[in-house]
């Protein structure tokens, strides 16, 4: 397991590389990159930005494995979980209101504090300690997705005044560089974890100088703004109206609900699933960020104006790429049975979707959601995203651990395959409307949520 993980990292890397210097060639320079002032902006916002994301990531690898060195049974480990999707279902729902109120600037240096605070956490083997590090870990990863995306928009119209032709640029820069940074998170997390030896706890230790140092900047390079929208009651109530009378808006929904529960869930067993066998955890989560930043990149090409395929059709290849994975997965972690390579395998699969249907799932909300009402869609949207993932873990709590992973697996190809009916019923209602098209290709991804 220790040489396929390795090998694995070698070939996806590669494979990255190789396209991205493709792309890079064949790119013709736009105007955008011609402009001091806007590159300069740029840089700034960056330069917060990336330090924040960097710490977010340097977290993922070694999480569940703390808990398990903290000598909690997998059913405390998935309250964790649990616990952390809650509260940052709560605190997404108001985060919108909240930067809007406090301050777009104040709200990032919140962050950077209370995720800090969240990492400081992980030194306590208390259970209700780290079950309040779980809950401020919530709140941060809301104003991680709100925050700073806000100041970036406010600033980049009304402080600058540039182009809002140039948004999207920026956010599709961010995309790819997010998953760089993941994969070079991964590789960090394993260095100072496993290489030298200084134990699970060590990449939230070393997440916090760079939150300090995130915080810092935007506190002497950004200016503060604020934005007075209308109350958060009818906010959602606007967002229920437009779900409820647009069938391609609940559709759509239900695939984002379903797809994403899934990946939470994911998100937990991968580590039990592959640590027994010896896998490296930093190495396997880079393997997996390769992965994505692999799907990304297939989708910029085949969206090109070579191959000329819509969102529509990536979407629906990215959920049976997931369905099929699953399905995998059921008999590779059969009791007795284990097939730990088999399972890392699907396991890349799942991260190779993910690559496909975050950009789809964006070019699809973007044209389908009216601008004004997409805060409040995207609150009903989490509601039940988060209730399927933490139902989920509930169920796997309350489980036999030889049984419970192949369990899991099972519900979760069952809820995929149902992901797979709406994307049929999304494609039929669709399939004449040319406002759901790439207009014309330009090669330049769109960025997935963040």
């Given at each position: 397991?220790?040489?396929?993980?390795?090998l694995?990292?070698?070939?996806l890397?590669?494979s990255?590389?190789g396209?991205?210097?493709?792309?890079?060639?064949?790119?013709?320079?736009?105007?955008?990159?011609?402009?001091?002032?806007?590159?300069?902006?740029?840089?700034?916002?960056?330069?917060?930005?990336?330090?924040?994301?960097?710490a977010d990531?340097?977290?993922?690898?070694?999480?569940?494995?703390?808990?398990?060195?903290?000598?909690?049974?997998?059913?405390?480990i998935a309250?964790?979980?649990v616990?952390?999707?809650?509260?940052?279902?709560?605190?997404?729902?108001?985060?919108s209101?909240?930067?809007?109120?406090?301050?777009r600037?104040?709200?990032?240096?919140?962050?950077s504090?209370?995720?800090?605070?969240?990492?400081?956490?992980k030194?306590?083997?208390?259970?209700?300690?780290?079950?309040?590090?779980?809950?401020?870990?919530?709140?941060?990863?809301?104003?991680?997705?709100?925050?700073f995306?806000?100041?970036?928009?406010?600033?980049h119209?009304?402080?600058?005044?540039?182009?809002r032709?140039?948004?999207?640029?920026?956010?599709?820069?961010?995309?790819?560089?997010?998953?760089?940074?993941?994969?070079?998170?991964?590789?960090?997390?394993?260095?100072?974890?496993s290489?030298?030896?200084?134990?699970?706890?060590?990449?939230?230790?070393?997440?916090?100088?760079?939150?300090?140092?995130?915080?810092?900047l935007?506190?002497?390079?950004?200016?503060?703004?604020y934005?007075?929208?209308?109350?958060?009651?009818?906010?959602?109530?606007?967002?229920?109206?437009?779900?409820?009378?647009?069938r391609?808006?609940?559709?759509?929904?239900?695939?984002?609900?379903?797809f994403?529960?899934?990946?939470?869930?994911?998100?937990?067993?991968?580590?039990?699933?592959l640590?027994?066998?010896?896998?490296?955890?930093?190495?396997?989560?880079?393997?997996?960020?390769?992965a994505s930043?692999?799907?990304?990149?297939?989708?910029?090409?085949?969206?090109?104006?070579?191959?000329h395929?819509q969102?529509?059709?990536?979407?629906?290849?990215?959920?049976?790429?997931?369905?099929?994975?699953?399905?995998?997965?059921?008999?590779?972690?059969?009791?007795?049975?284990?097939?730990?390579?088999?399972?890392?395998?699907?396991?890349?699969?799942?991260?190779?979707a993910?690559?496909?249907?975050?950009p789809?799932?964006?070019?699809?909300?973007?044209?389908?959601i009216?601008?004004t009402?997409?805060?409040?869609?995207?609150?009903?949207?989490?509601?039940?995203?988060?209730?399927?993932?933490c139902?989920?873990?509930?169920?796997?709590?309350?489980?036999?651990?030889k049984?419970?992973?192949r369990n899991?697996?099972?519900?979760?190809?069952?809820?995929?395959v149902?992901?797979?009916?709406?994307?049929?019923?999304?494609?039929?209602?669709?399939?004449?409307?040319?406002?759901l098209r790439?207009p014309?290709?330009?090669?330049?991804?769109?960025?997935?949520?963040?």
């Amino acid at each position: 397991m220790l040489v396929t993980a390795y090998l694995a990292f070698v070939v996806l890397l590669a494979s990255c590389l190789g396209l991205e210097l493709s792309r890079c060639r064949a790119k013709a320079p736009g105007r955008v990159c011609s402009n001091p002032s806007f590159l300069q902006f740029q840089l700034d916002f960056y330069q917060v930005y990336f330090l924040a994301l960097a710490a977010d990531w340097l977290q993922a690898p070694y999480l569940y494995k703390l808990y398990q060195h903290y000598h909690f049974l997998e059913g405390q480990i998935a309250i964790f979980y649990v616990c952390g999707l809650a509260s940052t279902v709560l605190f997404g729902l108001v985060s919108s209101s909240l930067v809007d109120w406090l301050g777009r600037k104040k709200s990032c240096v919140l962050f950077s504090l209370t995720y800090s605070l969240c990492c400081l956490t992980k030194l306590s083997r208390d259970y209700f300690v780290l079950l309040v590090g779980r809950a401020l870990g919530g709140l941060s990863t809301a104003l991680l997705f709100s925050a700073f995306e806000a100041w970036y928009i406010h600033e980049h119209v009304e402080r600058h005044d540039f182009p809002r032709e140039w948004i999207p640029a920026t956010f599709a820069r961010v995309a790819f560089w997010n998953h760089v940074l993941a994969v070079v998170a991964g590789v960090a997390a394993e260095a100072v974890a496993s290489w030298m030896g200084l134990g699970p706890v060590a990449p939230f230790l070393a997440a916090i100088p760079l939150l300090a140092l995130a915080g810092t900047l935007a506190l002497r390079n950004w200016g503060e703004n604020y934005d007075r929208q209308r109350a958060f009651s009818r906010t959602c109530a606007g967002g229920l109206r437009c779900l409820l009378s647009d069938r391609r808006v609940l559709l759509l929904g239900t695939i984002q609900a379903l797809f994403e529960s899934v990946i939470f869930i994911f998100i937990f067993l991968w580590t039990p699933v592959l640590y027994p066998h010896g896998a490296p955890l930093g190495i396997v989560f880079s393997s997996f960020m390769a992965a994505s930043l692999l799907g990304s990149c297939l989708y910029r090409i085949a969206t090109s104006k070579r191959y000329h395929l819509q969102p529509m059709h990536l979407l629906s290849l990215a959920v049976l790429i997931v369905v099929f994975s699953l399905f995998m997965l059921t008999f590779s972690t059969s009791p007795g049975q284990e097939s730990p390579v088999e399972s890392f395998i699907a396991f890349l699969l799942i991260e190779l979707a993910c690559g496909l249907y975050f950009p789809s799932m964006s070019f699809l909300r973007r044209k389908v959601i009216p601008e004004t009402e997409q805060a409040g869609v995207l609150n009903w949207f989490r509601v039940p995203l988060h209730l399927l993932a933490c139902l989920g873990l509930l169920v796997l709590h309350d489980s036999d651990r030889k049984t419970g992973t192949r369990n899991m697996f099972s519900i979760c190809s069952a809820v995929m395959v149902m992901a797979l009916l709406a994307v049929v019923g999304l494609f039929t209602v669709v399939r004449h409307d040319a406002e759901l098209r790439v207009p014309s290709p330009t090669g330049e991804p769109y960025a997935p949520e963040l």
